[in-house]
């Protein structure tokens, strides 16, 4: 077992940390940053409840090395909303139309969410709900997130 | 989004109120107990049995304790030396049980029995040292098949049997001359396959044991910590009150997160034994195979008509799996209850024979009696179209009307305030039977096979079982600035409770409800009662949270009154001000009125005690039944055994709506987990008991382009419990699979395909579709 020295960009904040090569990014995020609002779900890459953005690209951070994030620009549930509290307008639209009620799935399908509509090319329904289908939700059957997903994809993105 | 008017009498209550859960959640800042840090904490792994059954020869973990950063390792006879065997808290009286330890210690009985325990620095040393572990087996022939429980090898040498509990109702010669006689008799056999719980987060707990205060404290992934505490306390021969159990946010349950499993247990113990804080933390595949099964069942089904359809009499000679260490041993009587379902049935005789299997025990899973509705509703079905009778005219033809209310049923059961008729007739509506048998008529004339199903049934919320489950407490109380705490036993694995207990706290108490804040998952801070489970957490807490608010509120009146020199009938709260009705200028600020109660005794009407707490606990004694009907359309793809589901419609009667977004959730998530039953999820063993579905790549689950939009109707038959409520929380679930199964049957209807036997999944359809094809040809 190796261990190394990462630096990272999280959320807008440059993070140093020596840590184990076999250290995956999720457990690097959860126990090393305290970012705890990233969740594991299955820890082999199906239920997308780890996702997170690196580099601008919505993964799964159970499938994915710490050490492999080295010098790579992140983003986490925890760097979503404005600093003032304002909620990302995925936040706003989940919450709308009842998208959680345990709220475990959540993060993941906030960031897979993010990174489709701050996206340069335009999104259609069908093709982001087609991306929802890396995400498993066992409590809402779906109905409020995909709501959620017609409103998004409804209004023309805001700069 | 609209927060209805201020100053309505119900300004929240049955509205769509955005949840107060969802800023933290949606922002990270959920707290779910494996981000519960505890200083000095060890994490824990389990070595588990890869075998059905055997005898443990030899546990050698010299190479696992020399590996560094292990700092403890614990074998079933090192557990089996601090505790005594105890069994669920659920055990029928006089049922012999299992000796059960927490961990294996003589032998294993089930692949993924926990047989030792290994505490470390962190999760990833403990699993290497649980590799270091070497056992030796000596296996024996399982039983995995509880259809061959009766003649198959001993599951438990302690027992006499494989059989866990049989019942049955007294042999009744009227019943047998019903069936001998009647018109129409029809017979079927219904099979359902073993589901797993998973609920997105895995089971968790995190203890850490004060020898100074002789004190446990327990973050648990709880659905209630009274509970948890009480299971606790009777597995480790200690008071409930040596225990502080903490749960914050959970990431649902299902009912797999009522009760501790056996290997939490053994965390709890080494906890205390070391006096270092023990983390943890379920992952998926010991959930899939270690954590509780459900719905492993079958039932024959025997049914009597008159001539004209009506029904005189029903069998129902149920089976099912119970595993090798249940902590739900039977979920029997609760099928049998239920059985009756929503209509006229003036005779009933049942058995149910629950059988142990070297496989994982069974646990509660969201209608864990369901059965009983799958059964019914697909040989209602079955029936109708043996008798050449609409299966929607069959139905009509025995509902049960508001006018044969009070209702008694065959069960012993009583049905007051229900609504199965109308609820039936609105998803006829909804999804326009005439038009959709039309549009059937003439796909099948293009070869394509669309199927309409439907099902009726009755829910039974906050089921009468006793126990810790008997009493509800709430309480409210305003503090020295006027703002509303509301306290519950009842715990939060997403129902919501959150968000519609402040609403009514805040409707009572006419204040905002961001004013309001709902306390819950402590045992330090609330009182004594269950948790969520059982559909009970609107008429349970919401009825106490109802008494206790209207009590409060009347003390503020009573002090308002006096300080305004007005009769407390003639004043009202709105918008957190006490004024007299008609003048709202002349008012009193919800702040003055608790100064006065809590700094000026003095100026309190004659005989009032200071302060504003008020609580409530109130009895549930008998269960209340909520009821829905269900109908959706299929196109099943012949070719390749694909169910495509068109439309799906349901309506509900759990009377008073708290929040109707909350109760549409909970009845979209749980058609969901039935649609998710139906055609993908499948916990299967081989013939040697090793479980095949270990990862979310063998279970499967449904997934966002699987589901239809459900479209939504409601009847509001108030209960005539405080606030007219009634539970929500399990009937999608209980309702989905034979509405779906119908429906599919109903669209294979020209190839007369059993669909009997669940999972209806592609490979099993077209399997049954070429069987049909060859025997035609
Ligand atoms: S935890 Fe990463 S995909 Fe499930
Ligand atoms: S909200 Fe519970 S899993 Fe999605």
Known sequence: MSDHTIQTKINGNVVKKTVAARKTLADFLRVDCSLTGTHIGCEHGVCGACTVMVDGLAVRSCLMLAVQADGAEIRTVEGVAKEDGTLHRVQQALQEEHGLQCGFCTPGFVMTLVSLVERKEPIDEEEMKAALSGHICRCTGYQGILRAVKKLTATPAKA | ?777
């Not at chain 2, 201020?6 to 969802?22: I, L, P």
């Not at chain 2, 959920?30 to 505890?38: A, I, S």
């Not at chain 2, 439907?454 to 810790?468: H, K, L, Q």
């Open chain 2, 1 to 777: 989004m609209s927060q209805a008017s201020a100053g309505a009498a119900a300004r929240y209550v049955g509205q769509h109120v955005v949840r107060k859960e969802d800023p933290r959640m949606l922002t990270g800042q959920g707290r779910y107990v494996d981000d519960n840090v505890v200083p000095g904490m060890l994490h824990a792994a389990f070595v588990r049995s890869p075998h059905a059954k055997a005898r443990i020869v030899h546990i050698d973990f010299a190479a696992a304790r020399a590996l560094p950063g292990v700092h403890g390792i614990y074998t079933g006879a090192d557990i089996a030396a601090m505790v005594k065997p105890a069994r669920s808290l659920h055990w029928p009286p006089n049922v012999p049980y299992p000796v059960t330890m927490p961990l294996a210690h003589t032998d294993v009985r089930y692949v993924g029995d926990p047989v030792v325990l290994i505490v470390a620095d962190d999760r990833y040393i403990a699993e290497d040292a649980a590799e270091l572990v070497e056992v030796e087996y000596d296996p024996q022939d399982a039983l995995v098949d509880y259809m061959t429980a009766n003649n198959g090898p001993k599951v438990h040498p302690d027992l006499d049997s494989n059989l866990l509990w049989e019942m049955a109702s007294p042999a009744d010669p009227e019943l047998d001359a019903i069936f001998a006689s009647a018109a129409h008799v029809v017979e079927k056999t219904i099979t359902q396959q073993r589901y797993i719980n998973s609920p997105m987060e895995t089971r968790g707990i995190i203890a850490s044991h004060s020898a100074a205060e002789n004190l446990t404290t327990i973050w648990s992934a709880s659905q209630g910590v009274h509970q948890t505490a009480y299971y606790l306390a009777n597995a480790l021969a200690c008071d409930i009150a040596d225990l502080r159990v903490i749960a914050g946010d959970v990431g649902a349950g299902f009912g797999g997160k009522v009760h501790p499993g056996r290997d939490e247990i053994a965390v709890v113990i080494a906890a205390r034994h070391m006096r270092r804080p023990i983390k943890y933390i379920e992952d998926r595949m010991e959930h899939l195979i270690a954590s509780a099964q459900a719905r492993e069942e079958s039932a024959l089904v025997k049914l009597a008509f008159d001539a004209k359809g009506i029904l005189l009499a029903a069998k129902f000679d149920y089976q099912h799996d119970s595993g090798a260490y249940p902590w739900l041993p039977s979920v029997g009587p609760l099928a049998v209850n239920a059985f009756p379902g929503p209509y006229r049935l003036p005779k009933f005789g049942w058995r149910v024979r629950a059988w142990y299997t070297n496989t994982v025990g069974l646990g509660a899973y969201r209608g864990p009696w369901m059965f009983e509705t799958v059964a019914r509703e697909q040989v209602i079905d079955i029936a109708a179209k043996q008798m050449g009778i609409d299966s929607l005219e069959l139905r009509r033809r025995n509902v049960i009307h508001t006018a044969d209310q009070p209702y008694k049923t065959a069960s012993g059961q009583v049905y007051d305030r229900v609504s199965p008729d109308q609820t039936l007739e609105k998803v006829v509506d909804m999804i326009d039977v005439p038009v959709f048998r039309k549009v059937q008529e003439a796909a099948r004339k293009e070869g394509r096979y669309l199927g309409l199903g439907m099902s009726v049934y009755m829910e039974p919320t906050v089921n009468a079982i006793g126990g810790i489950r008997t009493t509800f407490q709430a309480e409210t109380r305003m503090d020295a600035s006027g703002r509303i705490t509301v306290s519950s036993h009842i715990g939060n694995p997403g129902n919501s409770m959150e968000t519609t207990l402040a609403q009514i706290a805040a409707d009572e108490l006419g204040v905002d409800i961001k004013d309001v804040r709902v306390v819950y998952g402590d045992t330090a801070n609330t009182q004594f009662g269950p948790g969520a489970g059982g559909s009970k957490q609107a008429v349970g807490a919401g009825g106490a949270v109802t008494v206790a608010a209207q009590a409060l509120r009347k003390k503020i009146l009573a002090i308002g009154a006096k300080m305004l020199e007005a009769a407390p009938e003639d004043l009202t709260i709105e918008n957190g001000k006490v004024f007299v009705k008609g003048i709202p200028q002349v008012e009193l600020t919800l702040k003055k009125i608790a100064e006065s109660a809590y700094y000026l005794p003095k100026t309190l009407p004659e005989g009032m005690e200071p302060g504003l707490a008020t609580s409530h606990r109130m009895t549930l004694p008998v269960t209340h039944w909520a009821n829905a009907a269900h109908a959706c359309t299929v196109d099943v793809d012949v070719e390749t055994g694909v169910v495509k589901i068109l439309r799906w419609v349901a309506s509900e009667d759990c009377g008073v709506m708290i929040n109707p977004t909350v109760v549409e959730g909970q009845m979209s998530g749980g058609i969901v987990q039935g649609i998710g039953g139906v055609l993908l999820e499948h916990s299967l063993y081989d013939e040697r008991g090793n479980p095949l579905a270990a990862s979310f790549k063998d279970y499967l689950l449904p997934l966002a382009t699987d589901v239809p939009v459900i479209e939504y109707s409601h009847v509001c038959t108030p209960s005539d419990t405080p606030g007219g409520f009634k539970g929500a929380g399990e009937g999608g679930a209980i309702i989905a699979p034979p509405t779906l199964a119908n429906a599919i049957a109903d669209a294979l209807a020209p190839f007369n395909i059993d669909c009997s036997r669940m999972p209806l999944s592609p490979d099993r359809l077209l399997m049954a579709l070429e069987a049909s094809r060859s025997g035609k040809a």
